[in-house]
């Protein structure tokens, strides 16, 4: 154990490294965003602060990140699949969005009314199609290793949008 590579205040008796409790309690996801602004943070910080062992923090956080990401049960997934299959399953998952969407309005009182759905199970299938609409965008995401890019289409986007409606 040493300060930089599994310290003993990360490891407590009888329970897992936090880091992996943080992968069973947040997910994958939220975890690797952590491990990426941790290594950002000590690269940061480093001269101001612990100077080589903030960097070596950095360095082990990259690492971390990089076995998460070989690890995440979506990218292995989509590395299974190919870019080209997982493109045709997101336009398949986009589509049952799409009718969950329709459904949720009609049981909420737009366009045709739907007697025999009960409002709880509309709104529970919507969840459902926005998790796999959400779960194939991001494995097509990785395997177009195009993560940076959308993020700042998303920036503009976001700007654009704040701009129109008199926001800063």
Same mark, same amino acid.
């Given at each position: !154990?040493?300060?930089?590579?599994?310290? *003993?205040?990360?490891?407590?008796?009888?329970?897992?490294?936090? %880091?992996?409790?943080?992968?069973?309690?947040?997910?994958?996801?939220?975890?690797?965003?952590?491990?990426?602004?941790?290594?950002?943070?000590?690269?940061?910080?480093?001269?101001?602060?612990? *100077?080589?062992?903030?960097?070596?923090?950095?360095?082990?956080?990259?690492?971390? =990140?990089?076995?998460?990401?070989?690890?995440?049960?979506?990218?292995?997934?989509?590395?299974?699949?190919?870019?080209?299959?997982?493109?045709?399953?997101?336009?398949?998952? !986009?589509?049952? =969005?799409?009718?969950?969407?329709?459904?949720?309005?009609?049981?909420? *009182?737009?366009?045709?009314?739907?007697?025999?759905?009960?409002?709880?199970?509309?709104?529970?299938?919507?969840?459902?199609?926005?998790?796999?609409?959400?779960?194939?965008?991001?494995?097509? %995401?990785?395997?177009?290793?195009?993560?940076?890019?959308?993020?700042?289409? !998303?920036?503009?986007? %976001?700007?654009?949008?704040?701009?129109?409606?008199?926001?800063?």
């Amino acid at each position: !154990m040493s300060n930089v590579i599994h310290p *003993g205040h990360y490891n407590i008796p009888g329970r897992k490294e936090c %880091i992996e409790e943080m992968v069973d309690k947040f997910g994958h996801e939220k975890t690797e965003a952590f491990c990426e602004l941790n290594s950002y943070k000590y690269q940061y910080r480093h001269e101001l602060k612990n *100077g080589q062992e903030d960097l070596d923090k950095a360095s082990n956080y990259t690492r971390m =990140l990089q076995q998460m990401i070989r690890n995440d049960p979506r990218f292995k997934i989509a590395d299974h699949y190919g870019l080209e299959c997982q493109l045709q399953q997101l336009i398949e998952e !986009m589509s049952e =969005l799409t009718q969950a969407i329709c459904k949720h309005f009609r049981i909420n *009182g737009q366009g045709q009314p739907v007697p025999d759905y009960k409002r709880s199970t509309v709104e529970q299938n919507l969840v459902e199609e926005l998790a796999d609409v959400k779960l194939v965008l991001d494995q097509v %995401i990785f395997l177009l290793a195009c993560d940076e890019e959308v993020l700042e289409v !998303m920036k503009q986007k %976001i700007n654009r949008t704040f701009e129109r409606i008199g926001e800063k």
